[in-house]
């Protein structure tokens, strides 16, 4: 799958696969920015990022989501995944960014198709507002 290793992409797939939110803490950098594809304005900042991602665990936590293909470069990483949410395939990939720290500073979203799109903003929706 993807040619060098990133101890940030390697610590992303642990935290992932073990749904563990609290764990994201210490691999985003103070000044992340977060990029969906539901919102039109960048999020700014480690605290919006992490409630955008704890979000997205609770909501993509599906039986059979899985990252397809990964494409890994020096600071860097595209990560294709696949998804059902009642009865809806999504496909989309996260586009991520790190720094000499192996932290994320960059995370961006892109979901295709609009079906699948308007499947996941109302379940996000939804969560980000019961973490308030």
């Not at 992932?16 to 920015?33: E, M, P, S």
């Not at 198709?113 to 507002?129: D, E, F, H, S, Y």
Request: glycine fraction near 8%.
């Amino acid at each position: 799958m993807g040619g060098m290793v990133s101890a940030a992409i390697e610590r992303w797939h642990q935290l992932l696969h073990a749904r563990d939110a609290d764990g994201l803490d210490g691999l985003i950098a103070d000044d992340c920015v977060f990029q969906s594809p539901a919102v039109h304005t960048p999020q700014v900042g480690k605290e919006l990022t992490l409630r955008y991602l704890r979000a997205a665990m609770t909501v993509l936590a599906t039986p059979d989501f899985r990252y397809v293909e990964q494409w890994i470069g020096e600071r860097s990483a595209v990560l294709e995944f696949e998804l059902t949410i009642d009865g809806i395939h999504i496909n989309g990939v996260d586009i991520i960014h790190w720094n000499d720290d192996q932290r994320i500073t960059g995370f961006r979203v892109m979901v295709r198709p609009i079906k699948g799109l308007q499947t996941l903003m109302p379940a996000m929706a939804a969560v980000l507002a019961a973490q308030q």
